[in-house]
């Protein structure tokens, strides 16, 4: 997608260690206008009738989930970090390792908001060894319920989440893909997805 | 604002220790149409042209903030609870005590998104004991920005978070308040606001 690729280019920032620091739009402030045309691309990828519900993670893919949502006119469900007191027992349940924060976190979804009904189109902002994405379909395949696709803003494309993912066979979708990126000359090198 | 009204009543369970489990549409599975309809009556409650940033905190005022956000054309940010390693040493920090987790956060917010020129709205889904909103409220003040409202979806009128902030002269709008609640019973009242 020219638009968030333009705007990577733009304001992100490339830092050792693979870090691509994206918060001047994505993940700590948020740009709103470009979340809407992000999810206007999504459910141009995404046209199957039957997603009825698009999960996501906290904190970072709720708000592109919500406002992605509006596109599909369904709720969305977002996936608990840790067990909280206000969610009933009745959960499922996986565990998600966090490449940013380096720990492992419980990752939870009330049993009332997925069922073997439901089709589900999974999104988060960012893919990269897939530990989040995979989380999230574990919790979707314990509810028996649909996996439609999967759709990330920007996917790391020189980790294997991506891959191993379509090796599967799922329909995963990613507005941009860096190949590249290198923090000495802040160079960023996109996959042509056309 | 009647509709939120009914889908608490509709909807909301209430729970012993004065909870109110409002997580089949407003903060684990999320109503996106009512967040719309919620978006549009924060822009009412607060017309003020000045306002040029919504400020929030994960995890569940992010999708309420990102809808509203629409309808005030400018960006959303969320603070965020502990250190990251993508977040620049730059940050302001406060501590926040969690009613529902009982535990004390530390909440950050880089400086590179508040500064002295920003006019911000705080939008957050539940005001209780006003812990969140008065961290939030910190964060705005040590950048020397300016809070030109709060903008709550639920008010337990009868915690002191709501009157102590209003009695500071802050401007509060709170869509539904609850004045009271019990569980035995499942009756929620509302105190009238027209």
Do not use: W
């Given at each position: 997608m020219q638009l968030l690729e333009d705007r990577i280019r733009r304001d992100g920032l490339v830092k050792e260690g693979n870090v691509l620091k994206?918060?001047?739009?994505?993940?700590?402030?948020?740009d709103i206008e470009l979340f809407n045309e992000m999810g206007k691309e999504f459910r141009r990828l995404f046209?199957?009738?039957?997603?009825?519900k698009i999960l996501t993670i906290e904190a970072s893919g709720i708000g592109i989930a919500c406002v992605a949502a509006q596109y599909f006119h369904v709720p969305v469900v977002f996936a608990k970090k840790s067990q909280s007191?206000?969610?009933?027992?009745?959960v499922y349940c996986t565990k998600i390792e966090s490449f940013t924060h380096k720990r492992v976190y419980d990752v939870i979804v009330s049993k009332k908001y997925i069922g073997k009904d439901d089709h589900v189109l999974i999104i988060d902002d960012f893919l990269a060894n897939g530990c989040a994405v995979n989380g999230l379909i574990e919790l979707v395949q314990s509810a028996g319920a649909t996996v439609e696709g999967v759709g990330i803003?920007?996917?790391?494309?020189?980790?294997?989440g991506g891959k191993l993912l379509r090796g599967k066979g799922l329909h995963v979708e990613s507005l941009a893909i860096v190949d590249s990126m290198d923090a000495s000359t802040g160079e960023i090198v996109f996959r042509s997805q056309n």
């Open positions: 994206v918060d001047n739009f994505l993940n700590h402030q948020m046209p199957q009738k039957e997603i009825n007191i206000n969610i009933d027992g009745s803003a920007i996917e790391k494309g020189f980790q294997e």
